[in-house]
């Protein structure tokens, strides 16, 4: 058994070209062995290329691909110690859910009854006991992903690859499976590495994510520091919404940075919450809409306080979003408050004071 | 559902005039009389027993045969060679390759049985049933090409990459799964080209050298009147074996369809 804190999956310098296009950028990343690892990126970022260099199912242009210490170059797809869950499930449908459970068993030498069993307790792990006879094309999508689950933990991989397995589902179902997945993984302790393009999904079930754009991953953190503390405009911009202000540095004495932003005047911003390194394009500042609350009669500000005109207001029930302009700057800022009896849900135009703290800034340089 | 009538007449007639030639096969097989006409005669079974005495009959029956099956099964196994390439596998000249492949469906058979004639003749190659099913492998396996790429791109490529992920090799994987889903078309493909094979009349005729084969010693039966009925027979035993074929190939369909889980679009039937 390998301990909590080794490496399962090493990538080196992996690059990938079809052709011309250059489609895996120099990708550098250590997945650690049993945890919960997403690959998070929109479409065509490269993240289910990536996840196949893994399973085998696609070559490396150059670099190095190692799993559990192991170079994988030369190793084919069928004798790595991985298994996938494919996107369309990929369930044999002209199988059984039981043949289809036990297919990667066909070269296993035990006998007969003890793969039965082994079919068996794989159905039960996922909940589908007793549905080991029926004709895989007849079952339902939350099914037969759960016999995909099934016929690849059954052969016991040190990696199982997810490729956006639930974006098939329906939203009751996804998020059903999600927790589910989360249940699954803690109890069979094995390496998950999970591709989407849901931020949600990824921020939910992961114990750490790489988000990836155009070849390369931008960001490789745990989901609290990648929600908080974004390594940039476009990681920020990519998971959950933020507000970005143009900001002046005033000075930089490396202990903290003096800011001075449109409508919420100067500001000193300790060095974590400084991503990117100086550059010629200015800074921005950036809130997240929870970070800004409105300040009913009575309220006091925590820390800081604005004030501004509400422009739009969106109600869904839970929550409510305003559009608000402070005074002194140029473009609302999004906020969202959660609906809580006696909270009033303000109308557009009205004027509206803004608590908010500088802690909760990030700033992009 | 349409409420205009002469839609129906017209539905109607037309059907008449595809099917009745056909139903006069079976009346005029087992009428007692050596002229194809009516009033009928009686009933008789002479035809038939003629038909079996026959021994040139026979003998093209066989060949027939052998040149159905072998061209089908031929036509068949390049097709799954084609088909899969042409739905897996990116190379130059790829359109051009599946062009020149597809290209005897549409050229008339009269060339392609000239041009294959100077050749073999040229090459010193002897006319025989072996030549003939080289003409009809060239003829067939568009078709064969056209059926089984339709198979081959239904199947999600996921489910080979599934089988290889847990530990098939590429031989055992398309074993195991590819060539169970694709198995209706290949039958299709078999029964198709049988039948294309079977009928063939132009390629036969110039390629067969002194070999007969069933459609052209039909053709040569219509010369003597007195031989006329017991082609009849032929006919309408040909029209049953046909019709048998038909059913099992529908059968597979349809079975292969309801044990995938797929949606019937269409068939023979």
């Known amino acids: 058994m390998t301990t909590e804190k080794s490496n399962m999956i090493e990538f080196r310098d992996v690059h990938k070209y079809y052709g011309d296009y250059h489609a895996l950028r120099g990708i550098n990343a250590t997945i650690r062995a049993g945890e919960f690892f997403s690959l998070l990126g929109p479409s065509g970022c490269g993240k289910t290329t990536l996840l196949r260099t893994i399973a085998g199912f696609e070559d490396i242009s150059s670099g190095a691909v190692m799993i559990d210490g192991k170079n994988m170059a030369n190793v084919p797809a069928n004798v790595r110690p991985t298994n996938m869950v494919f996107q369309s499930y990929a369930i044999f449908p002209h199988l059984t859910v039981e043949e289809n459970v036990g297919f990667g068993l066909r070269r296993d030498p035990r006998s007969k009854e003890e793969k039965a069993m082994a079919v068996a307790e794989a159905l039960e792990m996922v909940g589908l006991k007793g549905y080991g006879k029926r004709a895989a094309h007849a079952l339902s999508g939350g099914q037969r992903q759960r016999v995909a689950l099934a016929r690849a933990l059954i052969l016991k991989p040190k990696v199982l690859l997810l490729d956006e397995p639930l974006s098939a589902l329906d939203k009751k179902m996804r998020e059903q499976m999600q927790v589910e997945l989360i249940k699954l993984q803690r109890q069979v302790g094995i390496t998950f590495i999970l591709v989407t393009h849901d931020q949600e999904e990824a921020l939910v079930m992961s114990d750490r994510i790489a988000v990836m754009f155009e070849g390369q991953i931008a960001q490789l953190a745990d989901p609290e520091t990648l929600y908080r503390r974004p390594a940039s405009r476009k990681v920020a911009d990519f998971i959950g919404t933020m507000n970005f202000l143009p900001a002046q540095i005033l000075s930089d004495s490396g202990a903290t940075v003096e800011v001075e932003a449109a409508g919420f005047g100067r500001m000193s911003l300790s060095p974590d919450q400084v991503m990117g390194s100086p550059s010629a394009e200015g800074a921005t500042i950036g809130l997240r809409p929870e970070t800004l609350t409105i300040l009913f009669e009575g309220q006091a500000a925590t820390d800081r306080e604005v004030l501004g005109t509400v422009e739009e207001v969106v109600y869904y029930g839970d929550m409510t979003y305003y559009d608000v302009k402070l005074d002194g700057a140029s473009s609302p800022m999004r906020l969202s408050m959660r609906n809580v009896p006696g909270r009033p849900v303000l109308d557009r135009g009205a004027k509206a004071r803004l608590g908010w703290s500088p802690g909760a800034v990030v700033l992009f340089r | ?269």
Not at chain 2, 80 to 102: D, Q
Request: proline residues 5%; glycine residues 8%; hydrophobic residues 55%.
């Open chain 2, 1 to 269: 559902m349409s409420k205009n009538p002469s839609l129906k007449i017209y539905a109607i007639a037309y059907l008449i005039f595809l099917y009745a030639p056909i139903a006069l096969l079976p009346v005029f097989a087992f009428n007692d009389s050596r002229v194809i006409a009516f009033p009928l005669a009686g009933f008789t079974t002479n035809w038939f027993a003629e038909m079996w005495a026959d021994n040139q009959l026979f003998k093209a029956f066989r060949n027939s045969l052998t040149i159905a099956t072998t061209s089908a099964v031929i036509a068949t196994a390049l097709g799954i060679f084609a088909a899969r390439a042409s739905t897996r596998y990116k190379f130059p000249g790829k359109g051009g390759v599946l062009g020149l492949i597809m290209l005897p469906m549409v050229l008339p058979e009269m060339i392609i049985s000239m041009s294959l004639l100077v050749v073999l003749i040229a090459v010193g190659v002897p006319l025989s049933i072996f030549t003939i099913i080289l003409g009809h492998v060239l003829i067939c396996t568009p078709f064969a090409v056209a059926i089984l790429t339709s198979a081959f791109q239904s199947l999600d490529r996921s489910l080979e990459e599934a089988a290889y992920d847990l530990g098939e090799s590429p031989a055992s994987t398309f074993r195991l799964i590819i060539l169970p889903l694709v198995m209706p078309g290949i039958i299709s493909s078999l029964l198709i080209c049988f039948t294309i094979s079977l009928d063939e009349f132009i390629i036969a005729y110039f390629l067969g050298g002194n070999q007969s084969v069933l459609s052209v010693y039909i053709f040569g039966q219509f010369r003597f009147p007195a031989k006329v009925p017991a082609v009849m027979a032929l006919g309408f035993v040909l029209v049953c074996i046909s019709v048998c074929l038909l059913t099992i190939a529908e059968y597979f369909r349809r079975r292969g369809i309801a044990k995938t889980g797929g949606k019937d679009t269409g068939g023979f039937l």
